[in-house]
């Protein structure tokens, strides 16, 4: 026993409550100025983490310490400099919802339980079916994140496009498809050779001709094509697929089509974004992953289903016995009957908290302010001799690589880039080449960082190329 009760007095509720905000608040006070990664020594640090609970509590002090220690020895994805893979955020309006909903534990999942709980889940769902300008029939669940959207997304095309007996079924995606895609079909039951496998053009978007193409060579040979995968945005390179002519396709062939919108989807809410998006209100599903394009803590993602009914098909088996009691499905949702889980965390409030607190208008400019930084960012670039920025961003990845550098020496440029600990960027392989990617999505990502990191690059280039 320690001096702390599984059900803590008042006292020591706001004692605890009080040194963890107060901690949070001085971790975000200090975000401009931390180093961008904290990997020196982190393994080590790790190690000495590796213990059994103890059979007696040991306070709350030490477990701050643990925080402290988990957020230094890592890359900072909660900071202005972390421009890696796909940028994370981390907004403290979400963090006080899921302290919050967490406290007064209602559950989200039958609506009958906590009707005003589910009300809220569904407003935000509705808002996410309007900005694609789905219609009333469009259902949607709040997943944990992107994979698991697309998951749900294979297992409700296939459950409607494909018989029981389903194992000819073929899916299209473009080579620059978000790994998550194949694993989806993997887990629907499809040999992971069903996942065809498009080539992209020179811009990196998806050669619809080929896809096409490919549909049809895969008939003949008694393949039953049934979906095909868009990204709105690819992680590789941001590179958006040709939306309209895919559903022109899809349409023509009767396949389902989903748009995988997990990194670029909530830039439907700029102008840029929804004029580069043109078509994606035609899609069958939509992934969007509100961790990234909201600037949300890990864990919200989310999918959208335009005709809603379809999505409960492939989710829900019949009422269980033990859950009679429950009310049934209607103007607010089950969303249990909708999504692989049952019981669950409130994700609806960690994403209607920042929209109420901030506003719509808050998310758009902060995502126009990003498109700008991206192109700012490549443009500066390109202007180097040293450099080579062989796409311009169609969202806000800025894929570069040292002109005429092999492999290795674009590796170093990477190296030196985050020797800096004020940006920490990223790379990937395009076209058989090591290349650096650079992406802006962090609400904490302004002008000023994004011009430190057009130096930093420039230097470390010019000193390589030397
Ligand atoms: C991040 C990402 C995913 C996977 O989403 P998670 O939230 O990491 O599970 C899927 N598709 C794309 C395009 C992504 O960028």
New binding site residues.
């Given amino acids: 026993m320690s001096g702390y009760p599984l059900d803590p007095s008042p006292e020591q509720m706001r004692e605890m409550g009080e040194a963890a905000i107060a901690y949070a608040v001085d971790f975000l006070s200090r975000r401009q100025d931390a180093p961008a990664t904290g990997f020196e020594g982190a393994v080590e640090a790790a190690d000495a983490r590796h213990a059994a609970p103890p059979e007696d509590g040991d306070g709350f002090a030490p477990l701050l310490d643990l925080v402290d220690e988990i957020a230094r020895y890592a890359s900072d994805n909660a900071g202005p400099g972390f421009l890696a893979y796909?940028p994370g955020g981390g907004l403290f309006a979400s963090s006080l919802a899921d302290l919050l909903s967490t406290t007064i534990d209602r559950y989200v999942s039958l609506w009958g339980e906590a009707p005003v709980a589910a009300q809220i889940e569904n407003n935000v769902v509705r808002w996410l079916c309007d900005l694609f300008s789905f219609g009333p029939d469009s259902r949607g669940v709040l997943t944990s994140?992107?994979?698991?959207a697309?998951f749900s997304a294979i297992v409700t095309a296939r459950a409607d496009r494909l018989p029981e007996d389903f194992l000819s079924g073929a899916l299209y995606v473009s080579e620059h498809v978000?790994a998550?895609v194949t694993k989806a079909a993997m887990l629907a039951g499809f040999p992971v050779r069903n996942v065809r496998s498009v080539p992209a053009d020179a811009a990196m978007r998806m050669d619809v001709a080929a896809f096409e193409r490919m549909v049809a060579e895969d008939r003949a040979v008694g393949l039953a094509p049934f979906a095909v995968v868009a990204?709105a945005?690819?992680?590789n390179t941001g590179a958006i697929d040709p939306i309209s002519a895919i559903a022109d396709v899809a349409g023509r062939e009767g396949l389902w089509l989903h748009v995988?919108g997990?990194?670029g989807g909530f830039f439907q809410l700029t102008e840029r974004g929804r004029a580069r998006f043109a078509g994606i209100e035609r899609a069958d599903s939509i992934?969007l992953?509100p961790?990234?394009g909201m600037f949300l803590p890990y864990g919200t993602?989310a999918l959208v289903v335009r005709e809603g009914q379809k999505l409960r098909d492939a989710h829900h088996v019949g009422t269980s016995a033990y859950l009679q009691d429950l009310a049934a499905d209607a103007h607010i949702p089950n969303f249990a009957e909708y999504s692989a889980e049952l019981s669950r965390d409130f994700r609806g409030l960690r994403v209607w908290f920042p929209l109420m607190l901030h506003g719509v208008s808050a998310f758009r400019e902060a995502l126009d302010e990003k498109l700008d930084l991206a192109e700012h960012l490549s443009e500066e670039l390109r202007e180097d001799p040293n450099l080579e920025v062989p796409w311009p961003p169609d969202l806000t990845v800025v894929a570069f690589r040292l002109r005429g550098g092999d492999d290795a020496a674009n590796r170093r440029l990477l190296e030196a880039i985050n020797a800096s600990q004020r940006v920490f960027l990223s790379s990937t392989v395009l076209h058989g080449r090591f290349t650096i990617r650079a992406c802006i999505l962090s609400h904490r990502t302004h002008r000023d960082r994004i011009d430190e990191c057009i130096d930093i690059v420039r230097k470390a280039a010019a000193e390589l190329a030397g």
Wanted: proline residues 0%; glycine residues 20%; aromatic residues 4%.
């Fill in positions: 796909i994140g992107g994979s698991m697309n978000h998550s990204s945005g690819t992680t995988d997990a990194y992934t992953d961790h990234k993602g």
